[in-house]
């Protein structure tokens, strides 16, 4: 048994989308910057078992409402990194 936050897993899935047209830095350290901000704001979503992890991907995927709040923390957290990055260089 293993304890998981699903969160995690629906902002990766929506990532991409997300910022696809996004003038942003889609580079690794950006993009984990952006999703430890999106997830600092999101509330968690923790299963233990395989079968809760299952009820937390349908949410995600069926709830309009729960996936509009994701993607928009991912926006909001996009924007900080843009203008904020980790790095020396802005790659694209």
Same mark, same amino acid.
């Given at each position: 048994m293993q304890l998981k936050n699903c969160m995690e897993s629906a902002v990766a899935n929506l +990532? /991409? /989308? *997300?910022?696809?047209?996004?003038?942003? %830095?889609? %580079?690794? &350290? %950006? &993009?984990?910057?952006?999703? =430890? #901000? *999106? +997830?600092?704001? +999101?509330?968690?979503r923790y =299963?233990?078992?395989e079968e809760g992890e299952v009820y937390a991907r349908i949410d995600e995927f069926f709830i309009s409402?729960? &996936? =509009? /709040? #994701?993607? +928009?923390?991912?926006i909001k957290a996009a924007e900080i990194v843009s203008r904020n990055p980790n790095h020396d260089m802005k790659c694209r």
């Open positions: +990532l /991409d /989308d *997300a910022i696809k047209d996004m003038d942003i %830095c889609k %580079c690794e &350290r %950006c &993009r984990y910057d952006i999703q =430890a #901000i *999106a +997830l600092n704001h +999101l509330p968690p =299963a233990v078992t409402q729960y &996936r =509009a /709040d #994701i993607i +928009l923390e991912i």
